[in-house]
């Protein structure tokens, strides 16, 4: 494992031009370009493809092309969750699905950070990134984004277009942008 590698996976700044970290992106890619060509019907096609390139599938799982990730290993996905069309998680950071969940299309995980405060930083391409954890029996609306580090507590629903910059708590109805907790379930 190269240093970047090793910095980006413990949450420190790195460069994403680091000959693994492109090598890895360009076979996550070429796996996704296989994946989002499948016809319908070719269920057990995409799921080998689903199964080699993610970390972990869980039984009954799908997610419907077209899809983009990253890198593919940092994300696992439970038992009996479905990914609508479009979803785009940027797995520079563990991305953990839950069992049960739906995730509306167009959703978007993203787990990239660039320095704010430190724009020499930002100039020269130093990124961290930040887990996401959505819980158990999650719903998500269309055009739902993630923010990083956020984690989402089971059995909530997240109103279409939301964006959830903070962690959302179990058992709430939350929408908006920001996403804010409106009632609870």
Known sequence: MTDQKERMLSGQLYKDNDPVLVAERRHCQALLDTFNATRSGEDEQRRKILTELLGGLGEGSWIMPRFQCDYGYLIRLGDNSFLNYDAILMDCAPITIGNDVSIGPRAQLLTALHPMEDHEARRQRWETAAPITIGDNVWMG????????VTIGENTVVGAGSVV???????????????????EL
């Open 142 to 149: 269309g055009g739902v984004i993630v923010c990083p580090g």
């Open 165 to 183: 910059t903070r962690d959302l708590p179990p058992r709430v109805f939350a929408a908006g942008n920001p996403c804010r907790v409106i009632k």
